[in-house]
């Protein structure tokens, strides 16, 4: 079993739907990342986030300590939100990140 | 500085012949990480450097591959003998932490240098 899950590995909706991406975790953190990677590999870094919650433009990010769990909502989702978005922990103690697989993000017109 | 830069973007090499990527960070951060990610996988992290100094490895960084900063400023990234298994993006990333202690900054990504090995 991997350090860090995501679901759903891949996910399809239309514009303007509210979309949740999950990420679980089984190891204990010191901070948790979601980044987005759009195709050709360029990776932008999204949040940094040890408790509770933030927000940024249509993007909100939260993260619940004491259930190992996070999650990132994009609302009012548009074509150019399509991306894989992917979380990733520090572990406590160390500062090489463990990355989950990915959430392939497609949002069609 | 408009980011961290990676070069080449492309290396396509025979299996056997090394190679060397680098990577120049934005300029006052002052912790660069490698990381590799193959086709449908997250990234894996390889090393990272706190100024000149390398702080940490996984066991993933075999040794064939070498890892350098040594200026604290830019890093190479050398693969000796690659295999085809070597076969994936390297990503560089980097970040600033400002003291002991502290949490270190949002990481800032290169845009990668893929490696085909043939």
């Known amino acids: 079993k991997n350090e860090v899950e995501q679901s759903p590995q891949n996910l399809t909706a239309q514009e303007g739907e509210f979309i949740t991406i999950n990420c679980s975790y089984s190891?204990?953190?010191?901070?948790l990342h979601w980044l987005q990677q759009h195709p050709g590999g360029g990776i932008v870094s999204l949040f940094m986030?040890?408790?509770g919650k933030k927000k940024h433009g249509r993007l909100i990010a939260t993260i619940n300590i004491q259930e190992k769990h996070s999650s990132l909502h994009i609302t009012a989702s548009h074509p150019r939100d399509s991306a894989v978005y992917i979380c990733?922990?520090?572990?406590?103690?160390?500062?090489?990140?463990?990355f989950g697989k990915g959430t392939h993000l497609i949002i069609q017109p | 500085d408009t980011g961290v830069s990676q070069d080449p973007r492309h290396k396509i090499t025979k299996r056997g012949q090394n190679v060397t990527f680098r990577c120049d960070p934005i300029?006052?951060?002052?912790?660069l990480y490698w990381y590799r990610q193959t086709l449908g996988q997250g990234p894996e992290f390889l090393t990272y450097?706190?100024?000149?100094?390398?702080?940490?490895k996984s066991r993933l960084l075999s040794n064939r591959f070498s890892a350098e900063r040594p200026k604290g400023s830019f890093s190479t990234l050398e693969i000796q003998r690659t295999e085809q298994g070597d076969s994936a993006m390297y990503l560089c990333?980097?970040?600033?932490?400002?003291?002991?202690?502290?949490?270190?900054?949002?990481?800032?990504f290169g845009a990668g240098s893929r490696l085909t090995v043939l």
């Open positions: 986030l040890s408790s």
């Open positions: 450097f706190q100024n000149e100094a390398q702080l940490e």
């Open positions: 190891v204990g953190i010191s901070a």
């Open positions: 990333a980097s970040s600033l932490r400002l003291f002991v202690g502290a949490g270190a900054n949002v990481l800032t």
């Open positions: 990733a922990v520090r572990r406590g103690g160390a500062d090489g990140l463990t």
């Open positions: 300029s006052e951060h002052n912790r």
